[in-house]
């Protein structure tokens, strides 16, 4: 009798060990049961104690777990061999690069979650990336990487799209600002080394073209005021370099810097107090002109002074 007792207090204990289910949030079980009567029935489990009277597949059992909290998903695209989409960089019109993106994906729906879709996540990072993919092959590199508005609409798009398209699969994207949010490019040390190297010849080109700029100006300068320059070295003549600027500004209608330069290119002042003067007027910061003028003062322009001047 006592044997026949155990035998059956240990059946129950085993069967309600079954049967007994405790969801813990932010968790919800999907549950099936299949009943000949009944046909299919399903019902989703929410945070708390629950009973699976018939735990036996396929007439009752969890068919799935969902977490149902807001869930952070980086996107890599063209970055990691682990990314669940494709693997491939991303074709922009002039180059190619990886990018990482943040989504956050909240399950609103299980029962959806759970019958439309096989793998919500892994269909949802597909669909981003068809969308960011399509839209950069239209754009080029920088452009996507420094137009912040035009990447704003390019984001806010990209989430309009896929969350329409996840929300029948019983899923939507919670990003703040409603955005998919770019992290990152990614860019190989190739691209890298040869956008360094277009940058360098950009900035040697506006180099060339700013002293060319300032040589002619200069020259143009000289000659249309050598004439009144004559003139007015006599005036200037034991003043200080303020009032020679002051001379110049008066008579030809020039700016404080552009007197400077024209009195170092008619070596009018010596090349040191003119960069010192523009240095004063330009909080330390010289200007290509004024560099310019005193090398040309410093190679030996102090021959051409308007006083006959002899070469030291």
């Not at 190297?197 to 002293?211: F, M, Q, S």
């Not at 009032?243 to 290119?265: P, Q, R, T, V, W």
Request: hydrophobic letters at 45%; glycine letters at 8%.
């Amino acid at each position: 009798m006592i044997t026949a007792l155990l035998v059956i207090l240990g059946v129950l204990v085993i069967y309600l060990s079954l049967i007994v289910k405790w969801v813990a949030s932010p968790f919800e079980w999907v549950i099936e049961i299949n009943l000949p009567w009944l046909g299919t029935i399903k019902k989703v489990w929410k945070s708390g104690l629950h009973l699976l009277l018939l735990p036996i597949k396929p007439l009752m059992f969890v068919r799935n777990k969902l977490y149902c909290a807001d869930k952070e998903i980086i996107v890599t695209m063209g970055i990691s061999d682990d990314n669940p989409g494709d693997p491939s960089l991303v074709e922009f019109l002039d180059a190619s690069a990886g990018i990482k993106a943040q989504m956050i994906l909240k399950v609103v729906d299980p029962i959806k979650a759970t019958y439309e879709i096989d793998n919500y996540e892994k269909a949802a990072i597909q669909r981003t990336e068809s969308n960011f993919r399509k839209i950069f092959a239209a754009m080029e590199l920088d452009d996507a990487m420094t137009n912040l508005d035009k990447r704003g609409e390019i984001t806010s798009q990209v989430f309009a799209d896929v969350n329409k398209a996840i929300g029948e699969w019983g899923v939507k994207l919670t990003n703040p600002g409603d955005e998919i949010t770019i992290l990152d490019f990614v860019l190989s040390p190739e691209l890298i080394t040869k956008r360094q190297l277009v940058i360098n010849a950009e900035k040697d080109k506006k180099a060339l073209v700013t002293g060319a700029e300032a040589t002619k100006a200069v020259t143009i300068l000289t000659k249309q005021g050598e004439a009144e320059g004559i003139r007015l070295v006599k005036e200037a003549e034991g003043k200080s370099e303020g009032e020679k600027i002051k001379l110049l500004k008066d008579h030809l209608g020039l700016s404080n810097e552009e007197a400077i330069e024209y009195l170092l290119k008619l070596g009018m002042i010596d090349a040191v107090k003119g960069s010192t003067l523009i240095a004063s007027s330009r909080d330390g910061e010289l200007s290509t002109p004024i560099e310019l003028a005193a090398m040309l003062f410093a190679a030996g322009s102090a021959k051409h002074k308007p006083n006959g001047g002899e070469n030291s």
